[in-house]
């Protein structure tokens, strides 16, 4: 008959319930009875962004001493708890705070759930996700102009229409350029600030193509083609 060496057991047991002790807070969905999940996520960065938990969880994410709580996070929470989550005013590459988004209350920059059920919030900030001109290509009449209809896109709720009204901070654009497209001639006419194209008073392209460039992020630009009825 096999011997059960009753340390051999109780060292088992240990292991067990250290492991048990050091769930992750970070991405940890290990909610057991009583407790309910909370998932924090960001948006512009997706992930990485520190914040304040009080309480903490009960796997201690948030307590004085631990590693400071990151997005993309899941806080474990006894039934009832009530929690407060505060963003920085703004990220480490300088986008400034948008909004919470389903939270019980915000106030601010401080969102704030009870944990009746698993809940998920996430916090925003901006930054320019694209731009669209819509529709891409617009046909003119002779000497008449045209507001080139774009949208500058952000992340999470922050967009904004075609300018000059600016809800959110990062939708400016640069000034608008235009150039020839191949093989066509004439004079390109001119563009404003606000994306407002004017033909040419003398010998006016048959087309022109504008770029609509982000002055929040210059990488982000759109191309539209305006023609113009001869």
């Known amino acids: 008959m096999t ?3 009753p340390k051999l ?63 993309d996070l899941s806080l474990i929470y006894n039934t009832g708890t009530a929690v407060t989550l505060t963003a920085p005013t703004t990220t480490s590459a300088g986008s400034a705070f948008v909004a919470w988004v389903g939270c019980d209350s915000v106030s601010g920059y401080v969102c704030k759930v009870t944990m009746s059920a698993s809940k998920s919030v996430e916090v925003e900030y901006t930054g320019v996700s694209s731009i669209s001109i819509n529709p891409q290509t617009i046909t003119i009449a002779a000497g ?12 999470g709720t922050c967009t904004s229409p075609m300018l ?15 150039y020839l497209p191949a093989g ?8 404003s600030a606000t994306g407002y194209y004017t033909p040419a008073s003398s010998s006016p392209a048959s087309s022109v193509n504008v770029t609509i ?18």
Do not use: M
Request: proline share 8%; aromatic share 4%; charged share 5%.
């Open 164 to 178: 000059p009204t600016q809800p959110c901070e990062g939708s400016a654009i640069a000034q608008p350029t235009l």
């Open 184 to 191: 066509v001639t004439g004079s390109l006419g001119t563009i």
């Open 9 to 71: 057991i109780f060292a088992t047991s240990l292991i067990a319930l250290a492991a048990a002790g050091c769930a992750g807070s970070k991405g940890s969905t290990n909610a057991g009875p009583g407790t309910y999940a909370l998932t924090v996520t960001s948006v512009n960065p997706a992930s990485g962004l520190a914040l304040t938990v009080s309480p903490a969880d009960v796997n201690s994410a948030g307590a004085s001493g631990a590693p400071t709580p990151e997005t």
């Open 3 to 5: 011997k059960i060496n």
């Open 144 to 155: 008449g102009g045209v507001q080139v209809p774009f949208t500058v896109n952000g992340y």
């Open 213 to 230: 460039q982000s002055a929040f992020a210059p990488n982000v630009t759109a191309v539209g083609l305006i023609n113009l009825q001869q």
